[in-house]
């Protein structure tokens, strides 16, 4: 049974066999029969986390060929592994090959660094859940906060919609902290959740005193961060973002804060290495 996409990520896998297939495959028609069958196996080179799964599957499917991978998204596999095979007329093969590949590496790319980033915050100990944001590749965020999720971390904000979140443009077109979080208090929907960066510990104080749900740390150091938790006391849940590695996962989540955000997850991992061999 053929697999269903949202429908902005089938045309997504349109725009990305067009351009690759907009002439043809002049190689492809002038050295193989039509009639030749054929595999492929996907090989795992590097150590990674599987995601983009189901976009391979249905490029090949679009090509006239058939796709199985041997674990779903967020599934690990070694380097060295085969992780899926495709079979079918050789010709579709390699006219799908370079499209599924391009998915599937940048996606596991980042379900991999999320991985990793996931498991050096739980190594510091605390309650805090890896966020992203919305530095995402245009057109594609919907795939690539589906890969976030495949590697352990969780989605912040979709769009501008669904979230109140006051950044420093905001405070700053407002007048404060605290004129900014009143008037999102005042005029956005009850149900909305109200954020609002600060930099500061004064920062900090203002959006208790007007009655923010959740204050985001920005660029603050370790020590900042775990006086913040002290002073909030519950009262609010704290993110913190701004200039996050790896390295210091561990002692930002020991400072207590509730999540950390990162856009790197998306917006700087780099595509894991796979490649595809026709085997038979």
């Known amino acids: 049974m053929p697999v269903v996409l949202p429908l902005h990520v089938e045309r997504l896998i349109d725009l990305a066999l067009e351009e690759d297939l907009f002439l043809g495959d002049v190689t492809s028609d002038a050295t193989l029969d039509p009639a030749m069958e054929g595999e492929g196996r996907f090989l795992a080179k590097d150590e990674l986390v599987l995601a983009g799964a189901d976009v391979a ?19 690990a596999f070694g380097r060295g592994s085969f992780i899926g095979t495709a079979r079918g007329p050789v010709r579709a ?5 370079r499209t599924a590949l391009n998915f599937l590496q940048r996606l596991s790319g980042v379900a991999t660094l999320t991985r990793r980033c ?12 890896l966020l992203d944001t919305r530095k995402t590749t245009p057109g594609w965020r919907r795939l690539e906060k589906d890969a976030v999720r495949a590697g352990g971390g969780a989605n912040h904000r979709f769009a501008l919609g669904d979230g109140v979140l006051i950044k ?3 405070v700053a077109a407002c007048g404060g902290v605290g004129q900014a979080v009143q008037r999102a208090r005042a005029r956005a929907s009850a149900l909305l959740k109200i954020e609002v960066e600060v930099s500061d510990l004064a920062g900090l104080a203002e959006a ?8 985001l740390l920005d660029n603050m150091d370790e020590a900042s961060m775990a006086e913040a938790v002290r002073r909030a006391s519950g009262r609010v849940l704290l993110e913190a ?5 790896l390295e210091r996962l561990p002692r930002v989540a020991a400072t207590g804060v509730d999540f950390v955000s990162m856009g790197a997850l ?3 991992a780099k595509a894991v290495d796979i490649s595809f061999e026709i085997t038979g």
């Not at 208790?208 to 204050?215: K, P």
């Open 208 to 215: 208790l005193s007007a009655g923010a749900d959740i204050v």
């Open 57 to 75: 599957v249905r490029v090949f499917d679009r090509l006239g060929a058939s796709c199985r991978f041997e674990g779903q998204d967020g599934f």
């Open 266 to 268: 998306t917006h700087s």
């Open 93 to 97: 093969l390699l006219a799908a090959e």
């Open 118 to 129: 996931a498991d050096a915050l739980a190594a510091g100990g605390g309650k805090a859940r």
């Open 241 to 245: 973002s701004g200039n996050m590695t």
């Open 168 to 170: 420093d443009n905001h």
